[in-house]
Nanobody, 125 residues
């Protein structure tokens, strides 16, 4: 089992930045590919970004590429999503996810086995 706890969400204005963190426990973190997804009210959960177990490979959705950056620290068992130039359309609950696989090409929610509870990000215009 893997436990994931997100933090760092909040209410910001358009153009601001936020840094989301996800702390993992329960299994060797370096064996996990990690991802971030988000779900806005009335919409399906969508892929945001993913990173391989080593941090050497990453994958980011077109809608946030150039604004959001995923990274991980295997020594601290954390994965981070740095979000810059936030827009109102980025408003959503953001979820951290994990799967015990290599690579970073996991862009579908069904590919992940473990999920955090989510953290709310609200961007006002």
């Amino acid at each position: 089992q893997v436990q994931l706890v997100e933090s760092g969400g909040g209410l910001v204005q358009a153009g601001d930045s936020l840094r989301l963190s996800c702390a993992a426990s329960g299994r060797t973190f370096s064996s996990l590919a990690m991802g971030w997804f988000r779900q806005a009210p009335g919409k399906e959960r969508e892929f945001v970004s993913a990173i391989s177990w080593s941090g050497g490979l990453s994958n980011t959705a077109d809608s946030v590429r150039g604004r959001f950056t995923i990274s991980r620290d295997n020594a601290k068992n954390t994965v981070t999503l740095q979000m810059n130039s936030l827009k109102p359309e980025d408003t959503a609950v953001y979820y951290c996810a994990a799967v015990q696989k290599y690579g970073s090409g996991y862009v579908q929610s069904w590919q992940y086995d473990y999920w955090g509870q989510g953290t709310q990000v609200t961007v006002s215009s």
